[in-house]
């Protein structure tokens, strides 16, 4: 459904009239050429959802009628902690982020990761296009980068870190299904023994071999991992 990201939504009245102006207005009336009556999902990101029906349509604005109002629970299970990659690639990541229902994004500054701080601004704009897409109704924290001593810090559950060295295939390990769980991915190069060293020391941190697949780029393991350990859920 169409769908647009209104952050303060929280204030809109069940059955009121809100106008839309400036981006979501030019995405509602040219992007998605809408038509008075066409039905709209407003999402804030903090689980609201929000239908509305538009009523007219001028140059200028988007007159919506709110017509349900609903706040759905936080039921997402995964964190992603990701050596930090291109940034080409880090907004890839972010967008499969906000498709998969990742709680928290954390950069880590590992050995072979890139040296740059990412744009917030840049970031929102990708989570809410991305989350426009998919219908996402909470969308990702994104942390600064880290260093290995700050991410030790971090309350993120079981740790699952994947590289080629680590162990076999795990399905038959079971966690519960609704455990928290981080999935730690390596940047362009991989972790180093050194970041191995870090992470082989963490409580309750497990290595996975994903012995079925090449060589992953760090864009194509987030979803592969997170799929595989969605696996090993009980149902």
């Known amino acids: 459904m169409k769908a647009i990201v209104e952050i303060n939504s929280t204030q809109y009245e069940l059955n009121g009239i809100i106008e839309i102006s400036d981006e979501n207005?030019?995405?509602?009336?040219?992007?998605?050429?809408?038509?008075?009556?066409?039905?709209?999902?407003?999402?804030?990101g903090s689980g609201l959802r929000i239908l509305?029906?538009?009523?007219?349509?001028?140059?200028?604005?988007?007159?919506?009628?709110?017509?349900?109002?609903?706040q759905f629970n936080d039921n997402r299970k995964y964190t992603l902690?990701?050596?930090?990659?291109?940034r080409e690639y880090f907004e890839d990541i972010l967008r499969f982020a906000t498709e998969l229902n990742v709680i928290t994004i954390i950069p880590i500054k590992s050995e072979f990761s890139q040296r740059y701080e990412p744009n917030?601004?840049?970031?929102?704009?990708?989570?809410?296009?991305?989350?426009?897409q998919s219908n996402a109704l909470y969308f990702p924290n994104v942390l600064d980068p880290?260093?290995?001593?700050?991410?030790?810090?971090?309350?993120?559950?079981?740790?699952?870190y994947f590289h080629n060295d680590g162990a076999g295939d795990l399905v038959d390990r079971k966690i519960e299904a609704e455990e928290h769980v981080t999935c730690a991915i390596g940047p362009e190069g991989g972790w180093s023994l050194d970041d191995l060293k870090e992470l082989s020391t963490i409580d309750h941190s497990i290595s996975i071999n994903l012995q079925n697949f090449n060589i992953l780029r760090a864009i194509t393991a987030v979803p592969v991992a997170i799929g595989h350990i969605d696996r090993m859920r009980q149902n």
Do not use: C, Y
């Open 81 to 86: 902690a990701i050596g930090l990659v291109k």
């Open 120 to 132: 917030p601004e840049r970031i929102q704009k990708i989570i809410h296009n991305s989350a426009i």
């Open 52 to 70: 509305a029906v538009i009523d007219n349509i001028t140059k200028k604005k988007t007159s919506l009628r709110i017509v349900q109002k609903e």
């Open 146 to 160: 880290v260093s290995w001593s700050e991410f030790r810090e971090l309350n993120m559950g079981k740790l699952f």
């Open 25 to 44: 207005h030019h995405h509602l009336s040219v992007v998605m050429r809408s038509q008075i009556e066409d039905e709209i999902l407003i999402l804030n």
